[in-house]
């Protein structure tokens, strides 16, 4: 019995300085605020801000209450050990087994230390060089990351999809929400390539093809990043594609460009133009403030034109024929499983990539 003891008494301590370098009772706490706060019925005056503050809690509730469980778990199972029963051995021994393995799973809580790693996600995918072969590879990782979303928990919402008449997304953004959704997400951010037999082409012939993902940490309010109105410009134009009658008699699409540094969103989802500039906006200040991160800059006025995710940028090889592979460039793990990496199971890409960044910051 004396053995079992000590093992659950250092998984103790183990979880007890994870959750102190979590900053655990300051999350617990935050957690606490905004139950407080959706408990009071005057904050569903105010519809989105509700959803807003509700949203927050439930990503911070999956990180917390874990947490919480494990600690209860282990003080019920050292006070049952307490009383001695030898012929309760084996039994121990599987939950001490059960909590050592929970315990592992939520040391990655640990590698989430930038300052918007618990934020939501923006994700956003478009085709490259390779024509529709591209664009079909925009669409396959469109549903990678949904699939990934939905295995992990997460909740998506579609902000644009520009869709080819003849296969294929042109680009596509998602919000994908979550615990830790930008700590996550962000090590998929840069240009994507696959090597495959090209099912478009008549000669069944190797075809690559390339897609760029921008993962931009949401922006909660505006004032987050303060844009000059002067530095903007706003067009308005006619919405393609399909979509219904309301989308295609009205100019309801909204492009916006940040003219200091050349970023240019272009939204046309929604019937509504004001809906299309707000979410163009939305956009706008999550990628302005992922290349001030990007760039280490103070403030907008400081950011340099053209230095975001860029094109130039590979981090990861899916290669389908002549053999099958899936390789990331910066962290050189690889899985040959390919078919179960483009099903979702990105997670030990997204591990890789954060324990590589954690050994540097060291």
Do not use: C
Request: no cysteine; glycine share 6%.
């Amino acid at each position: 019995m004396q053995p079992l003891k000590k093992r659950v008494q250092s998984l103790r301590s183990d979880v007890m300085q994870a959750k102190q370098a979590l900053q655990f009772d300051a999350l617990a706490e935050e957690l606490a605020v905004l139950e407080e706060q959706l408990n009071q019925p005057e904050i569903w005056n105010n519809p989105d801000h509700a959803q807003s503050v509700a949203k927050k809690a439930a990503a911070l509730r999956q990180t917390v209450q874990p947490w919480q469980v494990l600690g209860v778990q282990l003080d019920d199972l050292l006070e049952l050990m307490e009383l001695g029963d030898d012929d309760l051995l084996d039994e121990f021994t599987k939950q001490i087994d059960a909590l050592e393995t929970e315990f592992s799973a939520r040391k990655t809580d640990l590698l989430f230390s930038g300052k918007y790693d618990g934020r939501e996600a923006v994700v956003r995918i478009s085709a490259g060089v390779g024509g529709l072969d591209a664009q079909d590879f925009v669409q396959m990782l469109e549903r990678m990351y949904l699939r990934w979303a939905e295995r992990s928990g997460m909740k998506t919402d579609v902000l644009e999809r520009s869709a080819n008449d003849d296969g294929g997304l042109k680009t596509v953004v998602l919000e994908i929400s979550g615990p830790f959704a930008y700590g996550k997400l962000r090590s998929e951010n840069g240009v994507h390539r696959l090597v495959r037999l090209s099912p478009f082409n008549a000669d069944n012939l190797r075809q690559t093809s390339f897609a760029l993902v921008e993962v931009l940490p949401k922006i909660d309010t505006p004032d987050e990043v303060d844009i000059d109105p002067s530095d903007l410009k706003i067009d308005v134009y006619r919405s393609g594609g399909k979509g219904g009658q309301g989308v295609n008699t009205t100019d309801s699409a909204v492009r916006v460009t940040h003219v200091p540094t050349g970023i240019v969103v272009a939204i046309q989802n929604e019937r509504s133009q004001i809906q299309n500039k707000e979410t163009a906006l939305k956009i706008l200040r999550s990628k302005l403030l992922a290349m001030q991160l990007e760039q280490h800059a103070d403030s907008l006025s400081d950011l340099r034109a053209g230095e975001s995710a860029n094109w130039g940028s590979q981090i990861r090889n899916y290669v389908l024929h002549p053999y099958t592979l899936v390789k990331d460039t910066r962290t050189k793990h690889e899985d040959r499983d390919t078919q179960g990496v483009l099903d979702g199971r990105i997670d030990d890409f997204m591990t890789a990539f954060l324990s590589q960044n954690a050994s540097k910051d060291e």
